[in-house]
Each structure stands twice: as structure tokens, then as C-alpha cells.
């Protein structure tokens, strides 16, 4: 199925899930200091989804369409509440006690859930 797609298509599906990543983070971190450390998540991406292949023994496609959606699946589920972010950590630094927005929160867990459930299942549909 999607893992018969040869390993370079797979490497360029990689790359365009970097830069998609890097620049949609890039407009959804709106705190310079943390703005600066998006461009870590890649780095991390890739070793920890690499050490996953390595570990389970998967073959190139398979480990590239893993990283591919973990490096859009942070922009899927932070941008629809990317105001909310920065207010609630504007908040904080004025006030440390203030507690981030339940709401958003919420978003967070449930649709981080959600598209780590569709990722695993055209994983195991894939495979």
C-alpha cells in the first residue's frame, strides 16, 4: 500500500514534513525563546523514531512515514489553539499561578489521541 512507494519518494515526503513542520511551528510558537528551540524537533524526530526503526527492525519507508507524521501531527494539533498558548503563557510569566486554559488543553489531548490512533492504524494497515 503507501509503503510500496519507493525510499526516495518516502525521503522527500520526510524532507516536505521538516520544512512544513519548521515553518508552521515557526507561526504557531509566537515566544521568541521557545521559537528558537523548534528547530530541535526535527533533531529529536529523528532520533527517536530512528532508534524505533533500528529497535524493531523496520525498513526505511516504514521508519521515514513514521517521522513524517510525527513532524506534522505537533502543527495539526497546536495550531488551532496557538493564541490561547501564547495568552495562557503570557499569563504565567506575569502570574506563575495562573493555570493554561482547560479548553485548550482538552484540544490538545484529545486530537494529539486521535491522530496518534489514525497514525498507528494505516501503520498496522500499511505494514
Known amino acids: 500500500m503507501f509503503l510500496s512507494l519507493s525510499t526516495s519518494a518516502w525521503i522527500l515526503i520526510?524532507?516536505?514534513?521538516?520544512?512544513?513542520n519548521l515553518a508552521a511551528m515557526q507561526w504557531i510558537i509566537q515566544v521568541p525563546r521557545y521559537r528558537k528551540r523548534q528547530f530541535w524537533m526535527p533533531v529529536i524526530?529523528?532520533?527517536a523514531?530512528?532508534?524505533?526503526?533500528?529497535?524493531?527492525?523496520d525498513t526505511l519507508p516504514e521508519t521515514l512515514y513514521l517521522y513524517a507524521a510525527l513532524m506534522v501531527l505537533f502543527p495539526l494539533?497546536?495550531?488551532?489553539?496557538?493564541?490561547?498558548?501564547?495568552?495562557d503563557h503570557q499569563r504565567w510569566v506575569q502570574d506563575p499561578t495562573t493555570k493554561a486554559d482547560k479548553g485548550a488543553m482538552t484540544?490538545?489531548?484529545?486530537?494529539?489521541?486521535v491522530l496518534l490512533v489514525v497514525i498507528g492504524a494505516v501503520y498496522a494497515a500499511g505494514a
Request: cysteine-free; overall charge positive; hydrophobic content about 55%.
Open 14 to 20: 520526510a524532507v516536505g514534513a521538516t520544512v512544513v
Open 45 to 47: 524526530g529523528i532520533v
Open 107 to 113: 484540544w490538545i489531548a484529545v486530537s494529539a489521541t
Open 77 to 87: 494539533v497546536l495550531a488551532p489553539v496557538r493564541r490561547t498558548i501564547t495568552r
Open 49 to 57: 523514531v530512528g532508534a524505533r526503526g533500528l529497535a524493531q527492525h
